[in-house]
């Protein structure tokens, strides 16, 4: 098992920025990478970012590329997910998930998924 505990959502304006980060605890070294994806209300939860966590593969949506970067700290086991120039349209809770097995990443088929995290931008 892999536990995953996200931090760093909140309350924004639009062009603001938020760092949410994921650290994940248990069975770490069955990880093969780590993703952040998001749920707005009434959607259906989608792929944001992530990275593989031996390869240095990383993947964006095209909706956050240019606008997010995700990296990761292997040696706490933790990704992080720097948002800049928020807009409203980016307001959702995001989750932190991981991937015991590739090649995919950018798929919705993680194994273990964090509870989630707010983040509101408002206009």
């Known amino acids: 098992q892999v536990q995953l505990v996200e931090s760093g959502g909140g309350l924004v304006q639009a062009g603001d920025s938020l760092r949410l980060s994921c650290a994940a605890s248990?069975?770490?070294?069955?990880?093969?990478?780590m993703g952040w994806f998001r749920q707005a209300p009434g959607k259906e939860r989608e792929f944001v970012a992530a990275i593989s966590w031996s390869g240095g593969r990383i993947a964006y949506a095209d909706s956050v590329k240019g606008r997010f970067t995700v990296n990761g700290d292997n040696a706490k086991n933790t990704v992080y997910l720097q948002m800049n120039s928020l807009k409203p349209e980016d307001t959702a809770v995001y989750y932190c998930a991981v991937k015991r097995v590739g090649p995919g990443i950018t798929s919705r088929e993680y194994d273990y998924w964090g509870q989630g995290t707010q983040v509101t931008v408002s206009s």
């Open positions: 248990g069975r770490t070294f069955s990880m093969y990478a």
